[in-house]
């Protein structure tokens, strides 16, 4: 069997769109199983005591269009750093993954091109028909998508989500969990990867030698 990993996102983030790319082909590499986790961020950080952008202190905002340029640079990728459409309602297109996964398609490509609409095309993916277009253009049918992601049971998943994250450890977008061990942010893809090239055991983080 192959190894899990569990993919903590939310599309809203400009993180996950950095690294999504570089993720998947992680994950191809070393023929991993992703779990596709999309997570209500707002909710999760009101259990941790994170807090949402807009009520951070200008110092860490700041900081953060800086190291947006820096990792835009780095991943090559076109990124907008104040795109028209941001924030925006993102459930509907978090939900979608969820649909999509329970009727077994990969959602991968869905994913990345929902976060280059908002990033690099600043679209306003609120909106159901531009969700679809992006299922559209990697080959999704995209039949009863909308209803499967509004029904009930995909629901009270994305709701699910928030305690299962937090049970996980999670506190922040994009988290890959890899045998209980948690790395946060696609900055930490570079440890994920010498994790999976050595074979070690997961670190603890109720370790105390």
Do not use: C
């Not at 590499?29 to 952008?53: I, K």
């Amino acid at each position: 069997m192959p190894r899990q990993i569990d993919y903590y996102f939310t599309l809203l983030s400009p993180w996950t769109y950095l690294g999504h790319g570089a993720f998947m082909e992680l994950a191809r590499q070393h023929g991993l199983s992703v779990r596709y986790r999309p997570t209500p961020l707002r909710s999760v950080f009101e259990e941790t005591g994170g807090l949402p952008l807009p009520k951070r202190h200008p110092v860490r905002q700041r900081y953060r269009v800086l190291e947006l340029q820096r990792w835009r640079a780095r991943r090559g990728l076109p990124l907008t750093l104040f795109p028209k459409f941001f924030p925006y309602d993102v459930s509907l297109a978090d939900r979608i993954v969820l649909a999509l996964v329970a009727r077994g398609d990969d959602p991968a490509g869905f994913i990345g091109e929902v976060l280059a609409d908002v990033w690099a095309r600043e679209q306003d993916m609120s909106r159901p028909e531009l969700i679809l277009a992006a299922a559209e253009r990697v080959g999704l049918d995209t039949a009863g998508l909308i209803e499967a992601a509004e029904s009930d049971s995909t629901s009270q998943a994305y709701q699910t989500a928030i305690a299962e994250a937090v049970e996980a450890g999670v506190f922040g977008a994009p988290s890959y969990v890899l045998d209980s061990e948690i790395f946060w942010g696609q900055d930490r893809l570079d440890l994920l990867a010498d994790a999976l090239a050595s074979g070690r055991e997961a670190y603890r983080n109720d370790a105390t030698v």
